[in-house]
């Protein structure tokens, strides 16, 4: 009994308080057949006394009424003889959870001390009975001296059943109504139906609680327990994490670019179409490395081409005009020199590096996003309490994304140095001159045969539009320049684009995410990773308490179903 105070102390604190932590006790003993579980209740007061709290009635009436309410708790009232019965306050409370009185039971304490009429009132007749459908049993307490004597409870037992045979108040009362015994008899026995009525519905519950365990246990990561173990779990990581960078480099998505088709009429279909295909090309941060790349090219593309002057147009011309008019003493007149071009060209170059950077910029933000997303799905679906591992792996990551940005960055400004130079092999140039200057002399061979017919003086090649009208020999050298600086830049849109999307995959997959895995795996040393990835003492302990636990609902369940 020393040890229940003191757990008491610990948890109601030194007074008199009642707390709703409960002290489970568990007690053997010989030669008893009966197994009973019983919660012993504090008994109700209403005044605090000894340092208890302001609320103890209410505390207590709370915690009463939490373990009465259940349909299958039965209610054993320590009610003394000489009371009235149905007086009682834990009577009252257990008829709002029991209105029928169908599981309750009257224990009949200081029998010694009964009222005339106990025999009736035991079996439920006359005043300040209770009709109960599991009756009451008269008991006989240890009185304060025998309990100071230390008297047996089997020397009490037969000075009870004395006592009952010797009082003529009990000699017309059955026998199931006297005697601790035949209480401890009558609470196995209830107990006991009570278990055969509810057995089908706890096996079942049983069965659906080792289920749910089970999988819980199924889901926790695969306990790390030697240096061994963790590098091969850390390596089969680190293989899985290249194989899925490799497949979305190459692009393999594993179906997730193909459009489901439905029967619907054309216009409702391509609708449909159009918006799936901007809704996968909006999402600028998926796991199609090929596909994203291949997009984030395609606006350097545009970005370049749209960062052109417009060279056909009557704005440039009068630009070109007015440098011809400045280099009219350097060279023949209407005859462009080559520093014109120059000078034109140079207003031009300045305006390549802005796509080039914001495409270096875009593979930068793009791979930190997506490597470092499939970093933590791969590690999330073994090792989910793994967290400064990949908090390791990330910083890696980074800095390896840094340091191939760097080097891309060194190689296009090499590049860009280089195009500073006009010159190109591209046939393509000379090709799109010779064609512009083709169309031109036709067009100037029909009027000459046709002098008095209209003629359309614009016409197009390729995207080039030309203008023929009202040309002056000025205007035509003028023209050969602007068709020149078309012509040339188009060359040089093409060759950056071409180059610096090479440079960016060169440094960002070439030399980048596909050898990643090399440099995770050799990040760290066997004893290092076993530090971090081994089991934490709570994941352990929460592993074997779920293993125990489902163990010992295995074990209710067969002696369940053999019953």
Not at 219 to 248: F, G, H
Not at 544 to 555: G, V, Y
Request: one cysteine or more; a neutral charge.
């Amino acid at each position: 009994m020393g040890m229940v105070k003191d757990c008491t102390v610990r948890l109601a604190g030194e007074g008199l308080n009642v707390s709703p932590k409960p002290i489970y006790l568990t007690v053997y003993k010989k030669h008893i057949q009966a197994d009973l579980t019983l919660i012993d209740l504090p008994g109700i007061t209403r005044n605090p006394v000894g340092g208890q709290s302001k609320t103890i009635h209410k505390d207590i009436v709370e915690l009463i009424e939490h373990y009465i309410k259940p349909r299958t708790a039965i209610v054993l009232h320590v009610i003394p003889s000489s009371v009235d019965f149905t007086t009682s306050e834990s009577i009252q409370l257990a008829k709002k959870n029991d209105p029928q009185c169908e599981r309750q039971l009257i224990a009949v304490s200081k029998i010694d001390k009964f009222d005339r009429g106990i025999g009736e009132k035991l079996q439920g007749i006359g005043p300040g009975s209770m009709a109960l459908k599991l009756g009451c049993i008269a008991v006989l307490n240890r009185t304060q001296e025998e309990i100071d004597q230390n008297i047996p409870f089997d020397e009490m037992r037969r000075r009870e059943q004395k006592f009952f045979c010797s009082n003529k108040a009990f000699k017309d009362v059955p026998e199931r109504y006297l005697g601790s015994e035949q209480l401890v008899k009558r609470l196995a026995l209830i107990q006991q139906e009570r278990i055969r009525s509810t057995l089908p519905s706890i096996i079942d519950e049983l069965k659906k609680e080792i289920k749910s365990k089970k999988s819980e246990l199924k889901q926790m990561p695969p306990p790390v327990t030697s240096e061994m173990d963790c590098w091969a779990l850390y390596t089969d990581l680190i293989k899985k994490y290249r194989e899925i960078i490799n497949a979305r480099v190459h692009g393999v998505y594993d179906n997730e670019m193909q459009l489901k088709i439905e029967e619907s009429t054309v216009t409702t279909f391509d609708v449909l179409r159009a918006a799936t295909i901007t809704q996968i090309s909006n999402d600028r941060f998926d796991e199609r490395i090929a596909f994203q790349l291949y997009n984030r090219q395609k606006e350097c593309r545009e970005k370049l081409h749209s960062s052109f002057a417009h060279f056909l147009s009557s704005e440039y011309q009068k630009l070109v005009l007015n440098l011809l008019e400045e280099n009219t003493g350097v060279t023949l007149p209407n005859f462009p020199s080559f520093s014109i071009i120059e000078r034109l060209y140079r207003a031009e170059q300045n305006k390549f590096r802005k796509p080039c950077e914001d495409l270096i910029e875009s593979y930068t933000e793009y791979l930190k996003l997506v490597l470092i997303k499939i970093l933590n799905q791969v590690f999330a679906e073994e090792t989910s309490y793994k967290y400064q591992i990949v908090h390791k792996l990330t910083d890696i990551i980074l800095r390896t994304i840094g340091e191939s940005e760097e080097e891309c960055s060194n190689d296009i400004t090499k590049m860009l140095e280089i195009e500073k130079r006009v010159f190109t092999l591209n046939h393509y140039y000379m090709d799109t001159v010779n064609k512009i200057k083709k169309k031109c002399q036709e067009y100037n061979d029909s009027v000459e045969i046709n002098e008095y017919d209209q003629f359309s003086s614009r016409f197009a090649i390729d995207d080039f539009v030309i203008d023929l009208s009202n040309l002056s020999n000025e205007h035509q050298a003028a023209l050969d320049v602007q068709i020149a600086m078309s012509a040339y830049c188009r060359v040089v849109e093409k060759r950056i684009v071409d180059q610096v999307s090479q440079l960016c995959y060169y440094w960002f997959i070439t030399r980048c995410a596909l050898p990643l895995d090399s440099k995770l795996s050799s990040a760290f040393t066997s004893a290092i990773l076993f530090e971090w990835m081994r089991e934490p003492f709570d994941q352990q302990q929460k592993r074997e308490n779920l293993k125990k636990s489902i163990d010992a609902m295995e074990r209710a369940l067969v002696m369940g179903q053999s019953v």
